[in-house]
């Protein structure tokens, strides 16, 4: 069974940083883009950054600078260094399997949520003022 299981969100005040992990299993991992995504209160699901199998990322606007994602092949696992979280961060963070193409096609298409497949169960992260 495909499973990936996202972690390492929390509670943490404005100008803050976490760490969150996707850890994955039951599937090619080389074969898949990995992407995170957020989904606040009321809102719809939206892209944040995504990661080829060659490591070519990209990230929107609104975390660009803030945000890093990366990848480990060899422990099939991506990560999203969060810092200098805002209160407009908090949500629940999902990171679920996509089409394995560069960078290039997500900074042109965007990250849709109908293009990645298998989903983990978020993990929530809070920013407080």
């Known amino acids: 069974d495909v499973q990936l299981q996202a972690s390492g969100g929390g509670l943490v005040q404005v100008g803050g940083s976490l760490r969150l992990s996707c850890a994955t299993s039951g599937f090619t991992f080389d074969d898949y883009a990995i992407g995170w995504f957020r989904q606040a209160p009321g809102k719809e699901r939206e892209g944040v950054s995504v990661?080829?199998?060659?490591?070519?990322?990209y990230c929107i606007d609104s975390v660009k600078g803030r945000f890093t994602i990366s990848r480990d092949n060899g422990k099939n696992s991506v990560y999203l260094q969060m810092n200098s979280l805002e209160p407009e961060d908090t949500a629940v963070y999902y990171c679920?399997?996509?089409?394995?193409?560069?960078?290039?096609?997500?900074?042109?298409?965007?990250?849709?949520?109908?293009?990645?497949?298998?989903w983990g169960q978020g993990t929530q992260v809070t920013v407080s003022s």
């Open positions: 990661i080829s199998s060659d490591r070519t990322t």
């Open positions: 679920a399997t996509g089409p394995n193409l560069k960078a290039n096609y997500y900074r042109a298409a965007g990250i849709k949520v109908s293009e990645f497949s298998s």
